[in-house]
């Protein structure tokens, strides 16, 4: 008894500590902070009254603040300003930066799974599905914790690139950014503090009152970890959207302008999202790649329950990802118009063209995964025979989507269109279109969703042909809807038209909230037509799931590409000048050609980091096996 | 049911005849016109009978005992995409676009075959058969293919190899990205914030909702609103000005834009591009009045970097017209066509 009390009282305060090291980053920082906006005060009254204090105007708050730092370094062509090696010094720090990012991206969004994963675990009522979750989410945090290492490494190598390559625009950028990056620091210390107590405490805290401490942590763990990627997103906001100093650069003092830049929130909020969906996507690869070389009935039957789940999370974040790109789009619209046009209209708008190609290759393969799904589960056979409806719905959207404004074409093919903007496809090229060619792909989405959670149940409710027809009308008039207002939205001004997205994001969401909530009443009880046959599924469903990952992979690159070079020649947008003799925009072919590069180099060293898990798995003892869930008769649990 | 599906695969054949009539001119290409204005729903409302049809067809050969095989259907599915593009939609859709939509189509035709088991098995069948050449026919079909595809492979390469005399692709950006400010006459205008001074109510006041009240309607053709008509003598304020734009647009502009603003003037087939069709839901409607004021000022010759291959013939206007005079063009232009320019509030 006393040994229980004892554990107890140590997890409590080994909660705490973590609580304690999430918060040590903000009191260390507080005096710091305070100190740092009062100096160039103080000591202006040192020297005799106010008018030895220079003050500045915010470029972007319009605020009047005093002036605290250096302006802006005016750079040379210089080996001074941009030492080299005989080789593109951005080319080695894009590759550095990426690979940091792509493990970063990954290790903050596999716990954040690992926290849902764990919860359903704990609050299932089935103990044998709860130890599967359970081992589930052990599973996924013991291949992130090798990923982690590798993610510190990088960042370390990324530091250095900066600090050896871009001396003078890492000096300003961490001479204003000083106390965030101390903060940046220290809350690192408490992520790895709180990850490994985490990790190597999941077995000593697996049941009663101690798994919801061990819960708790990942809470704490996912908190620091979104803290860290809000501080980082603070720099590449501020390099884009630059807050807090005055024309020349200067800093003002005020060190929530400089993090709360006009771009800050909505990048926030996209690379969250993006970051779950990735890390969705490549967990769901691991799992079909240990799926394809299962040897095994058991193996085979636990990783597609692994990657089904890594699928589900992955994509429940990826439907609302084009939202909040397009609310990042219309923001970065609001700050310079300029910079949205360049985006979206002009020079990189064909990177935009192969962004939405890219977005229409992950909800393909999801659809498509689903459909192959659907072959496991005895009574599914009925819905499959109209899935060729789902595949024109899906393919007409998909071509709306990315069908370009500017179009490549040769001058022969330009004079024969006889104009730059073809009268039927140019319609297709513009965001009213655009817009309803998305809706109706997540809403086919949806509605794949739908036919999968019902597949092998017929629903025993009275009013369930009812309930069927209202379901029908409902998706019917959501497609309707979307396309209408895409029409509409050609016949009104453009400010009305970019509101219209709301309507038609609403109609989406509602398909997706409404129906999944109406579909589970209805199949509340349902008459089960057979089991899910776990591990009986399609190898071309895997590549699917693979074919996701490296989408997903592949447009995070080409995503981080756009969005920084769209600075154009500015290290800091318009205020500190790039003069290296790098400050021009790759063609699109060597950026493609870059990224997959990128995309090869991060996918042989993550299959390094699986090949690495799956050795620790073999090496586990004899009883650990035996609690491996794939190796228990599969249940015939829903989805 | 089979009465429903026969009605489809009525539909279906007739329709088939019909791009068939139209791609060997049997049938005038233009007995069932794309018209202007609907032409992209009515692209995918005919793609869309085309699928029920064939689903029709498919469905009563299927009942009648004269199943087709799914490998063909999905090899010919992809085909007739492929032949509707390239000889339904007028003006010729580029190759670099054809390209994505055919990649496209055959990714949707694949996901179709393979949806699930038994129809993979469908298609991949004729395609073992050959592989497998356990009959005389499948084995000399396998041979052709051996012979066959080595030679379509080194006929490719050799085409994408050989050195060409044609021009070659350009990636012209269409709307390169604006200045913050540019200098007009001696005076800065921030475009970002900058307003048209002839987009006003009666009172003179700046008012876009009253003039987007005037504006020509779109539909089938582009119809003056009622009591909006700029060349009656009474009017005053916006309607007076869209007028005086008016004027200045046909004493300069329409030789290049054309009468009816779609880029075809007089002189227009003597340059490539030909100049911008502001009738295109994808120019002027796209942009803030002050991207135009810009265009206008600078012309070609201003255009950025970014702009390239700069393709324009535009001349900078500022030479020739006074700042108001672009404005009032500018004006008319979006009166004309019944589009309102981008505003971002």
Redesign the interface.
């Known amino acids: 008894m006393g040994s229980v009390t004892r554990t107890k009282l140590m997890s409590v305060m080994a909660l705490c500590a973590m609580i304690g090291l999430l918060l040590m980053p903000v009191l260390v920082a507080i005096p710091a902070l305070a100190s740092d906006g009062g100096a160039p005060a103080a000591d202006a009254k040192k020297e005799g009254g106010e008018a030895k204090v220079e003050k500045g105007k915010d470029v972007y708050y319009k605020t009047e603040g005093i002036v605290s730092g250096p302006p802006a370094p005016k750079t040379t062509d210089s080996e001074k300003d941009y030492p080299r090696y005989n080789f593109e010094s951005r080319v080695l720090l894009w590759f550095a930066n990426q690979q940091h990012l792509y493990y970063g991206s990954f290790v903050l969004a596999v716990p954040i799974f690992c926290m849902i994963i764990e919860f359903m675990g704990v609050v299932s009522k089935d103990k044998a599905l709860a130890k599967r979750y359970d081992q589930l989410a052990y599973d996924f945090i013991k291949i992130s914790l090798t990923a982690y290492s590798l993610t510190a490494i990088l960042g370390g190598i990324l530091i250095f690139t900066f600090l050896t390559l871009y001396p003078a625009f890492f000096q300003y950028l961490s001479g204003i950014f000083r106390p965030v990056m101390h903060i940046y620091a220290l809350m690192f210390v408490a992520e790895s503090g709180t990850l490994y107590i985490y990790y190597y405490g999941w077995d000593k805290m697996k049941e009663g009152f101690l798994k919801w401490i061990h819960l708790s942590m990942s809470v704490v763990l996912n908190v620091i970890g979104t803290i860290l990627m809000f501080l980082a997103n603070s720099w590449i906001g501020f390099m884009m959207s630059p807050a807090g100093v005055d024309e020349q650069g200067r800093y003002l003092g005020n060190i929530w302008h400089v993090i709360h830049t006009a771009l800050w929130n909505p990048l926030n909020l996209h690379r969250i999202l993006g970051n779950m969906a990735f890390g969705g996507g490549v967990v769901a690869a691991y799992a079909a790649y240990r799926f394809l070389s299962a040897k095994t009935d058991e193996e085979r039957a636990h990783y597609d329950w692994m990657g089904y789940i890594a699928m589900a999370l992955g994509v429940s974040f990826l439907i609302p990802l084009p939202f909040a790109g397009y609310w990042l789009m219309r923001e970065v619209y609001a700050y310079r118009q300029q910079m949205g046009i360049t985006l979206m209209g002009g020079l990189l708008a064909w990177l935009f063209i192969i962004q939405a190609t890219m977005i229409g290759i992950l909800f393909l393969s999801t659809n498509y995964y689903l459909w192959q799904a659907l072959g496991r589960m005895r009574g599914a056979e009925k819905y499959q025979r109209y899935i060729k409806y789902l595949v024109f719905l899906l393919t007409c959207g998909f071509l709306v989507f990315i069908t370009p404004h500017t179009i490549v074409m040769t001058p022969a093919e330009l004079k024969a269109m006889g104009g730059q903007q073809h009268p039927v496809l140019g319609n297709y090229g513009v965001m009213s279109a655009k817009n309803g060619g998305i809706n109706v792909i997540i809403t086919t989405t949806v509605l794949s969703f739908v036919w999968y959670m019902r597949g092998n149940k017929v629903s025993t409710v009275s009013w369930s042909k009812f309930g069927n027809i209202f379901m029908g009308c409902f998706f019917f008039f959501a497609y309707l809807n979307i396309i209408m207002l895409a029409v509409y939205g050609y016949y009104i001004p453009a400010n009305v038209r970019v509101g219209l997205s709301v309507p038609q994001v609403a109609t989406t969401l509602s398909c997706l909230f409404f129906m999944f909530a109406l579909n589970s009443v209805m199949m509340k009880g349902a008459k089960q037509m057979g089991p899910i046959e776990w591990g009986k599924i399609s190898a071309r469903s895997q590549y699917a799931l693979i074919m996701l990952a490296t989408a997903f992979t592949w447009m995070m690159g080409l995503m981080g590409y756009i969005r920084s070079s769209v600075r154009l020649f500015w290290h800091v947008n318009e205020i500190m000048r790039d003069n290296s003799p790098w400050a021009y925009t790759h063609t699109v072919g060597f950026a493609a050609n870059m990224i997959s590069a990128n995309v090869l180099f991060f996918w042989i060293s993550i299959m390094f980091v699986f090949w690495l898990g799956a050795l620790a798995a073999k090496k586990a003892p004899v009883e650990a096996k035996a609690a491996v869930p794939g190796r228990a008769a599969a249940p015939a649990v829903g989805h | 049911m089979k009465a429903l599906m026969s009605v489809g695969a009525l539909v279906g054949v007739l329709g088939l005849l019909m791009l068939i009539g139209m791609i060997f001119g049997v049938v005038p290409s233009n007995t069932v016109r794309?018209v202007?204005g609907y032409?992209?729903?009515q692209?995918?409302s005919e793609?869309?009978v085309f699928?029920a049809g064939f689903?029709g067809l498919s469905y009563l050969a299927n009942s009648m005992g004269m199943a087709f095989p799914r490998f063909w259907q999905g090899v010919l599915f992809w085909t007739f995409v492929q032949m509707y593009l390239k000889f339904r939609?007028y003006?010729?859709?580029?190759?670099?676009?054809r390209a994505?939509?055919g990649v496209?189509?055959f990714?949707?035709v694949f996901?179709?075959v393979?949806?699930?088991?038994e129809d993979?098995k469908k298609f991949r069948q004729p395609i073992l058969n050959v592989l497998d050449a356990n009959t005389g026919f499948h084995k000399a079909l396998r041979t052709m293919y051996l012979i066959l595809v080595p030679l379509l492979i080194g006929g490719f390469s050799f085409v994408t190899m050989k050195p060409s005399v044609?021009?070659?692709?350009?990636?012209?950006?269409?709307?390169?990205?604006?200045?913050?400010s540019t200098k007009v006459h001696g005076k800065t205008y921030t475009?970002?914030t900058s307003q048209n001074p002839y987009r006003v109510n009666l009172e003179g006041k700046y008012d876009?909702a009253y003039s987007?009240k005037l504006i020509v309607e779109?539909g089938m053709g582009r119809l003056m609103a009622p009591n909006a008509n700029p060349w009656d003598e009474k009017a005053e304020g916006y309607l007076k000005y869209v007028r005086e734009g008016g004027e200045i647009f046909f004493q300069n502009c329409h030789f290049c834009h054309g009468d009816n603003l779609n880029?075809?003037g007089l002189h227009a087939f003597a340059f490539?591009?030909?100049p911008?069709?502001f009738t295109?839901?994808?120019?002027i409607?796209?942009l803030?009045e002050t991207?135009i004021f810009w265009r206008v000022a600078k012309g070609g010759i201003g255009l950025p970097n970014?702009g390239f291959p700069w393709a324009s013939v535009m001349p900078p206007w500022e030479q020739h017209l006074t700042t108001d005079e672009i404005w009032k063009v500018i004006l008319f232009e979006y009166w004309h066509t019944g589009y309102?320019?981008?505003?971002?509030?």
């Open positions: 794309l202007e032409m992209p729903m692209v995918l793609l869309a699928v689903t939609i003006p010729p859709i580029p190759f670099s676009v994505m939509y496209v189509s990714v949707a996901m179709w393979s949806a699930n088991e993979w044609d021009e070659p692709i350009e990636l012209r950006t269409v709307h390169p990205a604006p200045p913050a475009l970002q876009q987007n779109q880029g075809r490539n591009p030909i911008a069709n295109d839901p994808g120019t409607a796209q803030q991207f970014e309102y320019p981008r505003t971002w509030d």
